[in-house]
């Protein structure tokens, strides 16, 4: 039987929290692939659900409030919400998939070695004893370009700098091998040196294990340096799903063109950026429609009325508006 080209397939995954002022519909309805050793980033607004999605993958939505409450998650050919919680902990967090989360700051124990959390990912996942997984632990570091890592693995978080603390979660995350490496932002806070050093490391690393990595950011030049494909996510749904170069030559999302609008090019002399009105809505109360109809300037009336969705206008190209619905766009 071949092997399926999709290492995950995420389906009509909605991701509820159930609040106090009423139900958050975080996610609402994301169709997302994930291909074997590619990179694909997720990029969209603070508020999104760009981090939502992660944990939904690794199914560490708090419950209560938080609840997955329709979907499916496939990786590796098996749906990962049939998954009891102890086999989450044993075989897929920090195993088959391990996730770099965004603040290395908190990520990272205070109170324990930096060498010893390494070690420990080790010796749950890879079934080793203490004295080995000390030794790969010190191992990963070198590798992630941590200087003198044998005397450093016995430090403390506090006696590393934000660009060594995230290095050590890139350890930490890569140390048993996973298939599908999740980054959250994971050059946030760093100076623009640190950054290019952490990506470089990433981008090196998957080109060398073949692991796939699901990128989430709100930077498009991450997104341009890095992703293989790209998702564009706003207010709980995937908006447009196509190959990088696509969506920096020819956006067709209105959401998608905003984002790239907001950006400066090098080759363009902006004297004034050219930001998107509004703000991402409340998803207590979403709009009715196209949840990003308020904020469109291409919005028609039915924008309003009826809900867009993710249609193919091209081979690898996916957009989710109703400019691209021949039934729409024929009626009008």
């Not at 329709?70 to 009891?84: K, R, T």
């Not at 070690?119 to 570091?141: D, G, L, V």
Request: charged fraction near 20%; hydrophobic fraction near 40%; charge should be negative.
């Amino acid at each position: 039987m071949a092997q399926d080209e999709n290492l995950l397939t995420i389906r009509n995954l909605h991701t509820y929290f159930y609040t106090e002022d009423g139900v958050v519909k975080a996610l609402n309805g994301v169709n997302l692939e994930i291909k074997r050793g590619e990179v694909l980033g997720l990029v969209g607004e603070s508020g999104s659900g760009k981090s939502v999605t992660a944990l939904s993958i690794l199914r560490l939505i708090q419950d209560p409030p938080g609840k997955i409450v329709d979907g499916e998650i496939w990786f590796d050919g098996e749906n990962l919400l049939s998954f009891s919680t102890a086999r989450m902990c044993d075989e897929v967090r920090g195993g088959k998939i391990a996730m770099i989360f965004q603040d290395p700051m908190t990520s990272l124990n205070p109170v324990f070695r930096v060498g010893a959390q390494v070690a420990e990912a080790i010796r749950i996942h890879q079934h080793t004893n203490w004295k080995e997984a000390m030794k790969r632990a010190i191992q990963m570091m070198v590798r992630v370009g941590i200087p003198s890592s044998e005397e450093r693995a016995s430090e403390y978080p506090h006696q590393f700098s934000g660009g060594m603390k995230q290095r050590v979660m890139i350890s930490m995350g890569l140390s048993c091998n996973p298939q599908l490496l999740i980054a959250d932002e994971p050059t946030t806070a760093l100076d623009v040196t640190i950054q290019a050093q952490i990506l470089d490391e990433i981008k090196k690393i998957q080109a060398d294990t073949g692991a796939s990595v699901l990128l989430i950011t709100h930077d498009l030049g991450v997104i341009g340096e890095m992703a293989d494909r790209v998702a564009v996510m706003y207010a709980g749904n995937i908006v447009e799903y196509t190959d990088a170069d696509t969506l920096f030559n020819t956006p067709k999302h209105p959401y998608t063109q905003g984002l790239l609008n907001c950006f400066p090019e090098a080759s363009e002399r902006k004297t004034e950026l050219e930001p998107i009105e509004g703000t991402v809505p409340n998803l207590i109360d979403p709009p009715s429609g196209c949840r990003f109809h308020p904020r469109c300037k291409m919005a028609m009336p039915i924008c309003s009325e009826r809900e867009p969705e993710l249609l193919k206008i091209a081979d690898g190209h996916q957009v989710s508006c109703l400019l691209y619905d021949h039934t729409v766009v024929s009626a009008a």
